[in-house]
């Protein structure tokens, strides 16, 4: 078993979490607002992502942008990783490919701790374009950091995740046993207001 084999239901199952739905969760956070040609930039790679069609498309050629955004605004002080394997305790599952992940330990060749965020970019081919799909291998993702980050003795309070399309952003946040889901979905087209909910998971104030 690995990331992607977890559903929500089994994932929230096998950790033993207690699930907190929230409507609006993060929409209190103020948004930031990108360089000036970065929106200009987007739309072009959004007609291109879905010209192409692909999960692979939509991963390299807006939601990595999208991330390399947060970066410069972070000045760089993070440390994105971008599909690497990440095996904390395959016999609980916990091991696989990440999307990406992004540590607060800057200048890194390898993953190291405290890792803070995991953007998920769900396999939706031929399906129904649902939110729902990834979570669970979001949150199993989030669960395997929480993990990595107390093993490495570098734990920090939340652990927060994304799952996203391209188009929609859907953020959750892991407090101890608490997984705190937010109902809402963000749209690429407030891209500012994304950044600002990326922004404050990194810096730990979401």
């Known amino acids: 078993m690995v990331y992607n084999d977890f559903t929500l239901e089994t994932a929230v199952k096998t950790f033993q979490l207690e699930v907190v739905e929230t409507l609006g969760l993060f929409s209190h956070i103020e ?10 930039d987007l739309k072009e790679r ?18 990595s942008y999208i991330l390399f955004e947060l970066l410069a605004h972070l000045d760089r002080r993070p440390t994105l990783f971008s599909g690497i394997e990440f095996n904390v305790d ?15 330990y ?5 993953v190291e701790a405290p890792v803070s965020l ?3 970019v769900p396999n939706i081919s031929g399906k129904d374009e649902s939110h ?9 993702e989030m669960i395997a950091a ?10 920090i309070p939340c652990i927060y995740g994304s799952t996203t399309s ?11 046993q608490s997984l705190h889901i937010d109902m809402a979905l963000y749209q690429i087209s407030n891209c500012d207001k994304i950044l600002g909910i990326l922004s404050s998971m990194v810096e730990q104030k979401a």
């Open 31 to 40: 948004p930031i607002i990108p360089r000036s040609h970065f929106t200009t």
């Open 46 to 63: 959004l007609q291109l992502a879905f010209a192409v069609n692909t999960d692979k498309a939509k991963s390299e050629f807006v939601i």
């Open 90 to 104: 395959p016999e609980k599952g916990l091991a696989g490919m990440c999307d990406f992940l992004i540590s607060l």
């Open 106 to 110: 800057p200048l890194s060749f390898i």
């Open 118 to 120: 995991s953007v998920k």
């Open 132 to 140: 729902i799909i990834g979570l669970g291998a979001c949150v199993a």
């Open 146 to 155: 929480q993990r990595f980050n107390k093993t490495k003795g570098n734990e």
């Open 166 to 176: 391209g188009i929609n952003w859907h953020f959750l946040k892991l407090e101890g």
